[in-house]
C-alpha cells in the first residue's frame, strides 16, 4: 500500500498563494498517477487536479485552471499543488491520491492521503 501526507496548508487571504506538497512512501512512486481533491464542509469531494506517472498530461477542474498548477518530483516522491490567486471558496481541505497507470480527472484513486486544511480569508 501506498501511503501519502499532505502538507503545506494554512490560512492565507484573498489573493495570496499557497503550495501543498504530498509526499509518498512508495519509493515506486514514478508508476502511480497522482491527484489532488478539496472538500468542504458540508459538501461534496470535487477533483481538483490531477498528474501522471511522467509528469504529463495533467488536468484541472474549471475552478481552478489558470490559477493551480500540480507538479511532481520522482527523484523525491513528492507531488505539489501551487495554489495561487486564492479565493474563499477555494477553502476546504485538500487531499491528494494515487492511482495505478494513467490519470485521471475523477475520484476513482486508490491511496489516500488524510488531508490539510486550506482557508482562505476574505
Known amino acids: 500500500q501506498v501511503q501519502l501526507v499532505e502538507s503545506g496548508g494554512g490560512l492565507v487571504q484573498t489573493g495570496g498563494s499557497l503550495r501543498l506538497s504530498c509526499a509518498a512512501s512508495e519509493r515506486t512512486f514514478s508508476n502511480y498517477a497522482v491527484g489532488w481533491f478539496r472538500q468542504a464542509p458540508g459538501q461534496e469531494r470535487d477533483f481538483v487536479a490531477a498528474?501522471?506517472?511522467?509528469?504529463?498530461?495533467?488536468y484541472y477542474a474549471d475552478s481552478v485552471k489558470g490559477r493551480f498548477t500540480i507538479s511532481r518530483d520522482n527523484t523525491k516522491n513528492t507531488a505539489d499543488l501551487q495554489m495561487n490567486s486564492l479565493k474563499p471558496e477555494d477553502t476546504a481541505v485538500y487531499y491528494c491520491?494515487?492511482?495505478?497507470?494513467?490519470?485521471?480527472?475523477?475520484?476513482?484513486?486508490?491511496?489516500w492521503g488524510p488531508g490539510t486544511q486550506v482557508t482562505v480569508s476574505s
Open positions: 491520491a494515487a492511482r495505478w497507470s494513467y490519470a485521471v480527472p475523477s475520484l476513482d484513486y486508490t491511496y
Open positions: 498528474i501522471s506517472r511522467r509528469g504529463g498530461p495533467t
